[in-house]
């Protein structure tokens, strides 16, 4: 990464980051959405529930000891699907930088740690979802993301396996 960014593995006690990280891509553009709403509301709260035991993983990226950025991959159930559900066997993304950190490479970096554990742990493939004026959009795109047919309109993207070689 650049300058004094370092990149640590996701935690079962980094909930509150995950709250701040889901209220900030919910935000992307504009206060739309409250804490407590992503807490009370099942469509958000499941960002917040990683599981490792079920092979949910992720990766923050801290400047000086500070979460500024943070990116996770949760395997959700079909009766509790998030925004860019493909499958039960196809972990949903989730990634957020801070606003004083973006551009600085750290989005990019922790997905391409995604992109590597995935493939270590032989996962076929990754989706996500965004929104069309998302300026994150170019980045996932630049990454090997592919809108899935038909869920266009949803900014459903997946990366397949055969995209998904490390390259840290």
Known sequence: MTGSFSVRELRSDDRSLLLAATLGNLNWQEARFTEQEILERSEFRHYLDVRFDRGDFGW???????????????FLPHDDAGYGFVDERTPEVSVWVSAGHRRMGIGRALLQ???ATASSRQIATLS???????????????????PVAGREDDGVMVKHSHTCEAHI
Not at 63 to 71: E, K, L, P, Q, S
Not at 132 to 138: C, K, L, V
Request: charged share 25%; no cysteine; net charge negative.
């Open 60 to 74: 923050v990226a801290e400047d000086d000891g500070v979460a500024v950025g943070a990116a996770w991959a949760l």
């Open 113 to 115: 740690r995604l992109r």
């Open 128 to 146: 996500l979802s965004v929104e069309p004026d998302n300026h994150a959009r170019n980045l996932y795109l630049s990454e090997g993301y592919i």
